[in-house]
């Protein structure tokens, strides 16, 4: 069974990645994946600054997120879009855990990566994942699958029960999650 990890890019009460990040927990549960849904709430770090590095050390909870990076094979991001990028709380955590030495490995060259955004805005997030894959790939040499998840007027397109309202955007969703579950434990 393939471990799935899957964590939102905002942590505000109410977050509509969080939404999709819940949602894909479930979708990916109903697939026969082993999943862990966390908070980056949960593993709080102070701004990247390499003078605080070379000072103080890597934080912990970035140690910490590193190794639960590496128990999984594959790595879900919901990213909501924050002027036209990724939001500045899921680059500084990106930044941290490509400086942590320990645990021994290197999470961005050993799991597989999916991404999916949300927005109130036409674009869906976007061009918000073009940022993030960018900093994955280019950055870190992160394998990321090229299906993603845009979903558009997030606000609404979720259901009382957290499920997307949009047939196509579930066959979108499916799909990917499936190339996800596929490739997840390729590069071990």
Partial sequence: MKKILVFAGSIRTGALSG???????RELSLMNAETTLISLGDYEMPIYNGDLEKDEGVPENAKKLKGMMLAHQGIY????????????????TIDWVSRAKEPAGNPYKQCTFALGATSDGRFGGYRGLYHLRQSLELGLGAL??????????AGSAFDDRGALKDETNQKILKAQLEKLIAMAGVLA
């Avoid at 939404?19 to 927990?25: E, Y």
């Avoid at 991001?77 to 500084?92: F, Q, R, T, V």
């Fill in 19 to 25: 939404k999709l990040a819940a949602h894909v927990t």
């Fill in 77 to 92: 991001i919901a990213s909501p879009e924050y002027n036209a990028s990724m939001p500045a709380l899921l680059k500084n």
């Fill in 144 to 153: 990321v699958i090229p299906e993603q998840m845009a979903i558009a007027g």
